[in-house]
């Protein structure tokens, strides 16, 4: 039989425990990387609030109304590379 310290027996039960974590928790990143967290969404439902910096999905319109500060943000006009605002 093997002896082994009490103290040694929780250090390696602790260990093990950790690498599964670790392990799960990279395997879920990689998954979440590889697919991609929005890849199904147009990317005119995504809003990036003006005043609060707030991202979020609505719908597709001109006005959004942010959910975190109740302001309006309008849809920005695509500018041409090269033109200044």
């Known amino acids: 039989m093997i002896n082994l310290d009490f103290s040694l027996a929780i250090g390696l039960y602790l260990l093990l425990i950790l690498l599964v974590i670790v392990s799960f928790w990279i395997v879920f990143e990689n ?9 199904l969404l147009p990317k005119r439902n995504i809003w ?6 707030h991202i979020y999905i609505d719908k597709e319109t001109e ?10 943000n309008k849809r920005e006009e ?4 090269g033109e200044k605002k």
Request: glycine share 4%; net charge positive; charged share 35%.
């Open 63 to 72: 006005i959004s109304v942010c959910p975190r500060c109740k302001s309006y």
């Open 78 to 81: 695509k500018r041409e590379r």
């Open 31 to 39: 998954r979440i990387k590889r697919k991609g967290v929005l890849p």
């Open 48 to 53: 990036h609030c003006s005043i609060c910096a």
